[in-house]
């Protein structure tokens, strides 16, 4: 019985709706026999089926109108320099967003006639112009010419913003279903706002105001009648409008004045505004396509670009902030009078050092057989140096050759003004030169003269000692040239640079300013493979005993091994990485400078000796901002509250605390500072003493010598600057840090530095200032030091309980300067540089 249940429950169920069926049956059938019940039925049933199909074919899948309440465009990317003021831009699509507020009514009315004139009658779709297009379709099947779009401003939001651009009818019955959608979601203020953000009007311009400063590098505000006109035309077509080219200028003048007589048409201005604006011409710009200088801050702007990117991605895919969409706000520390000077300075500098080398070769190669023009203007290569320019080889003659630049002109490089020496070969640059060589020229007159970008590079970084702000970054000779930033990305052997931080270790433990090291020949064991290695200074000679300060004013190699041993290089390395230069293992080597670090490294390291050993790290951004204004980065930023009012409240003023941690004794690191005052005094940098200001730094020379290199600044600046080549090589054996780099340096911060106040370094709590003896290091009593270059007595800073106790009397201080003044005579006599030391030794390791 339980097995059969199942089976009368479904026949119960059956019978059931059959006689459901049967009883529908018969009370339709009486009114089915009536002609009219069956065509209304049949008539349903096909509505029902169309529906059914149509919403299959074209409404399924749709986007939500809705959305684009919450729409953001794409917007770029724009930088802020030290003042506030925009420099730069991040952008793939040229756009400013504006609100329907900011676009003038004579605008509108001009995209209103050329576009759609009934827009604020419609509901989405102009059935008069839909019909006009239907039929200019069906004229032209098989012609394979595109028909008329007969699209209303709200279809083509929804086209660009929400299905594409797809050509097909099935596109067409899809925008309009959107378009429909989309009047019942949005005002036509908001659709209008929209499409004035979004068209693309050519120049790589999307969205009107971007497209006023394309064409007219103006505002939409500041737009005359017959350049809204123009504005207005390009929606249907930019490229049919170029003002470049005479067909393009034709077409552009007739269709502009039909946007005016439109517009006068619809009542929106007068005969004579029309007559006035037709008389004008287009007034086009030539291509301008941003508002901002694409040269501004070069290797700076490129560096804040590849930060950016690390952050929030690069394209829209990779979140709402990203670089090239996301319309962020950056806030720098770049300074562009100081880039200027450090760009400058950089450049000269390499280019005094490459004199007298010949040409180093043409810069890139062109295919010619794809057309120069096209190529060259691809390739982004160019230079921005006094009236430089990159050509293009064309042709070359026996006496003369032709070249061609990136915006199609030609020019004539006559054989004599080509005449450098090519490196490879010896012989004269003109004979080298090839069709397709990208060379620098620059103008001879009516003629060009080949110039050489020098084959030897560096950079350069200028950084705020109490905050990490950096203010310029010069990585090479042009950014255009070479995107490789040589500030940031080259590891370099820093030298002697590094010395300031081994003797800060030995101060750390134990040593003082005074203390006496031996300038003598040093053995050490290197292990069972290299043995004991015994090392000189130069030529078997040496100062003997001498105070730690004079072994750095003189760079001198072994007391700064010896001191290094001495302390103990776990200590040394220790104290590197605490400075942020490098992560090292604990050999000899490293003391004097073998291991690999940048110069953004180098110069935050002595900025963070200039801010009493507290912690810094480099900032190209101070801060960055989402589209509506909200801080996103750093994530815990704070607004000074009160630091803008206009007048003070009587309250307690803004204070900023320390950021970093300390990462330095600060006595240490004063110390350091004030012995590396004496490099500039009486040491390696004595080129810079005339600048007359407290200034402290070191000189770098590096076996080889490959690399060249000075840092060091005053209380609120530090830069650094390192010269070397690509591929590390001997820059010839006169080149040291004080005759290449420290020039640069000076070229550079010296305009800077005269615009700011003479503030000394200033000591931290506990340093006791003790009058000594410079030589030898002994404490003088009744003698008060002399500004004089080499005084017999100086001031030296001493930890508490550290200075020296033994007296001198005031007598024996000439004699005992006198007898020092025949010692180091006498080394002198018989001294070579550092570098050459370290090339005969092969560096310590």
């Known amino acids: 019985m339980e097995e059969a249940r199942p089976e009368n429950a479904a026949s119960s169920f059956t019978q059931r709706l059959r006689r459901g069926v049967s009883g529908l049956r018969q009370s339709v059938h009486p009114h089915w026999e009536r002609r009219w019940f069956r065509w209304i039925a049949i008539g349903l049933g096909g509505l029902l089926l169309a529906y059914g199909l149509f919403w299959l074919i074209f409404a399924r899948g749709l986007p939500d109108a809705s959305t684009l309440l919450n729409y953001e465009p794409p917007l770029p990317t724009i930088v802020r320099d030290v003042d506030g003021q925009p420099v730069h831009s991040y952008a793939r699509e040229r756009r400013v967003q504006l609100q329907y507020s900011d676009y003038p009514p004579l605008l509108i009315h001009a995209y209103l006639s050329a576009e759609d004139k009934t827009f604020f009658e419609h509901h989405g779709v102009d059935l008069t112009g839909l019909a006009g297009a239907v039929v200019d379709y069906a004229t032209k099947i098989g012609s394979g010419q595109r028909a008329r779009g007969g699209s209303t401003i709200t279809q083509q939001v929804a086209k660009n913003l929400l299905i594409g651009d797809e050509y097909s009818p099935t596109r067409k019955v899809k925008e309009m279903i959107l378009a429909y959608r989309m009047e019942g979601v949005l005002s036509k203020q908001q659709i209008l706002e929209l499409y004035l953000n ?54 552009a003048l007739d269709r502009r004045n039909w946007a005016l007589g439109e517009m006068y048409k619809n009542g929106w201005i007068t005969k004579a505004q029309r007559d006035e604006a037709l008389a004008q011409p287009l007034g086009t710009v030539s291509s301008h396509g941003s508002s901002f200088d694409a040269r501004a801050g070069g290797y700076y702007m490129e560096e804040v670009r590849r930060r950016l990117i690390q952050l929030f991605g690069e394209k829209a895919e990779d979140g709402p902030n990203s670089v090239y969409a996301g319309g962020l706000w950056v806030r720098s520390p770049y300074d562009p009078k100081m880039q200027d000077l450090t760009a400058t300075a950089l450049r000269n500098g390499l280019l005094r050092f490459d004199a007298g080398k010949g040409w180093s070769g043409p810069i890139g190669r062109v295919d010619m057989d ?151 020949p040093l053995c050490v064991y290197q292990g069972a493979g290299l043995g004991q290695k015994c090392f000189r200074n130069f030529s078997g000679g040496s100062a003997g005993p001498q105070t730690m300060r004079w072994g750095v004013e003189q760079s001198r190699n072994l007391m700064t091994v010896r001191a290094a041993s001495q302390t103990g290089m776990d200590r040394v390395v220790r104290t590197i990485k605490a400075m942020g230069i490098g992560d090292y293992q604990p050999y000899l080597s490293f003391a004097l400078g073998a291991g690999e670090t940048t110069v953004e490294r180098m110069v935050n390291a002595y900025a963070m000796l200039a801010n009493q050993g507290r912690q810094l790290t480099p900032k190209l951004m101070d801060y960055v ?88 600044g005053s209380p609120d600046l530090v830069a650094g600057v390192y010269i070397g080549y690509d591929q590390p090589r001997s820059l010839g054996g006169w080149a040291q840090g004080g005759r290449v780099a420290a020039p640069i340096w000076k070229a550079a911060m010296a305009p800077v530095l005269e615009t700011m106040p003479k503030t000394p370094f200033v000591a931290p709590a506990g340093i006791r200032m003790v009058t000594i003896d410079r030589r030898s290091g002994k404490r003088v009593y009744g003698v008060w030091p002399t500004d004089e270059p080499k005084p017999a007595v100086i001031w030296e800073a001493f930890k508490p309980e550290s200075e020296p106790r033994r007296s001198i009397r005031k007598e024996e201080v000439a004699a005992q300067d006198k007898a020092a003044a025949r010692v180091e005579a006498a080394v002198q006599r018989h001294q070579r540089t550092d570098s050459d030391f370290l090339q005969d030794q092969g560096g310590i390791y």
């Open 198 to 251: 979004q068209i693309f009007l050519g120049r790589n311009a999307y969205g009107v105001q971007a497209a006023a400063r394309a064409y007219f590098d103006k505002d939409v505000a500041d737009l005359k009648l017959h350049e809204m006109a123009y504005l207005a035309i390009l929606p249907k077509g930019p490229a049919n409008y170029r003002p470049e080219s005479a067909t393009g200028h034709a077409r």
């Open 370 to 520: 794809r057309g120069w023009e096209r190529e060259l203007a691809a390739s982004y290569i160019d230079v921005d140096y006094a009236g430089w320019r990159v050509a293009a080889l064309i042709d070359r003659g026996s006496s003369s050759a032709r070249i061609g630049f990136s915006d199609g002109s030609t020019g004539t490089l006559p054989a004599g003004s080509a005449q450098l020496p090519y490196r490879k070969t010896g012989g004269p640059a003109f004979a080298a030169m090839k069709p397709g060589d990208l060379i620098v020229v620059a103008r001879n007159g009516q003629e060009w003269a080949l110039r050489n970008i020098p084959e030897v590079s560096g950079g350069m970084v200028v950084e705020e000692t109490h905050s990490g702000r950096v203010h310029a970054m010069q990585g090479g000779f042009d950014s255009r040239l070479s995107s490789y930033n040589r500030a940031t990305q080259a590891m370099r052997q820093p030298g002697s640079t590094i010395k300031p931080f081994v003797y800060a270790a030995a101060l750390d433990n134990g040593m003082t300013p005074a203390s006496i090291i031996v300038d003598g």
């Open 625 to 712: 901002q989402d589209r509506h204004g909200k801080v996103i980065w750093p994530q815990r930023w704070r607004a000074c509250d009160g630091c803008n009012m206009a007048n003070w409240d009587g309250k307690p003023m803004p204070r900023f605390g320390f950021e970093g941690k300390q990462v330095m004794n600060p006595m240490t690191a004063y110390q350091v500072v004030h012995i590396a005052e004496g490099v500039i005094q009486r040491g390696t940098a004595t080129m810079l003493a005339d600048l007359k200001r407290p200034l402290f730094g070191k000189t770098g020379t590096t076996n080889g010598p490959t690399n060249v290199w000075f840092v060091g």
